[in-house]
T-cell receptor, first 117, second 114 residues
Framework: DTGVSQDPRHKITKRGQNVTFRCDPI?????LYWYRQTLGQGPEFLTY????????KSRLLSDRFSAERPKGSFSTLEIQRTEQGDSAMYLC???????????????FGNGTRLTVT | AQKVTQAQTEISVVEKEDVTLDCVYE???????LFWYKQPPSGELVFLIR??????QNEISGRYSWNFQKSTSSFNFTITASQVVDSAVYFC???????????FGAGTRLFVKA
């Protein structure tokens, strides 16, 4: 169990630029989640993958956001035409299929902190 | 609607004091799961405990204990004899069978002073 890995740890970009984040889940976990956390708040759900299928998307995920998990392993989250309001910590989490999808604890990565100037 | 409320934004205690973190949840589902996570200053959220809606038995793990009461929709977390290493933000969370997301409260920041 090497943990959930996210890259990069920090990203500073100018408004209007595109950014892409990567998440490598725990290898045997087939469930992968993206969350966003702003200062003083809890994580907010963005999207969920089971293997390569994206099964749920939050209404927070505007059309500027897209997530993929092409081979059911790593995932990418892309934000197009970034806005200052996109500044946040983007968290990836994975969970095991050995338990039910609702009762499996989430294993989080260290996150990618995005700053849009 | 599903919701988790942690009314305490920040709590400050002196080492060895007991402290209780409150969590109130809302859901219409009869089957749901409650969690506590810890986010230390290093930033990575760490799972602490899970409870399902059919199991109201309280749990103790070392200095940590959890009190689940369906009648008041609460899932409170108590740290006994707090230590400086307990300083962190603690999140209560809810998952339910109506969706795949886990809903987090806003968190309670705990400061334990030596």
């Amino acid at each position: 169990d090497t943990g959930v890995s996210q890259d990069p740890r920090h990203k500073i970009t100018k408004r209007g630029q595109n950014v892409t984040f990567r998440c490598d889940p725990i290898s045997e976990h087939n469930r992968l989640y993206w969350y966003r956390q702003t200062l003083g708040q809890g994580p907010e759900f963005l999207t969920y993958f089971q293997n390569e299928a994206q099964l749920e998307k939050s209404r927070l995920l505007s059309d500027r956001f897209s997530a993929e998990r092409p081979k059911g392993s790593f995932s990418t989250l892309e934000i197009q035409r970034t806005e200052q309001g996109d500044s946040a910590m983007y968290l990836c989490a994975s969970s095991s299929s050995r338990q039910g999808v609702w009762n499996s604890p989430l294993h989080f990565g260290n996150g990618t902190r995005l700053t849009v100037t | 609607a599903q919701k988790v409320t942690q009314a305490q934004t920040e709590i400050s205690v002196v080492e060895k004091e007991d402290v209780t973190l409150d969590c109130v949840y809302e859901t219409r589902d009869t089957t749901y799961y409650l969690f506590w996570y810890k986010q230390p200053p290093s930033g990575e959220l760490v799972f602490l405990i899970r409870r399902n809606s059919f199991d109201e038995q309280n749990e103790i793990s070392g200095r940590y204990s959890w009190n689940f009461q369906k009648s008041t929709s609460s899932f409170n977390f108590t740290i006994t004899a707090s230590q400086v290493v307990d300083s962190a933000v603690y999140f209560c969370a809810l998952s339910y069978t109506g969706g795949f997301k886990t809903i987090f409260g806003a968190g309670t920041r705990l400061f334990v002073k030596a």
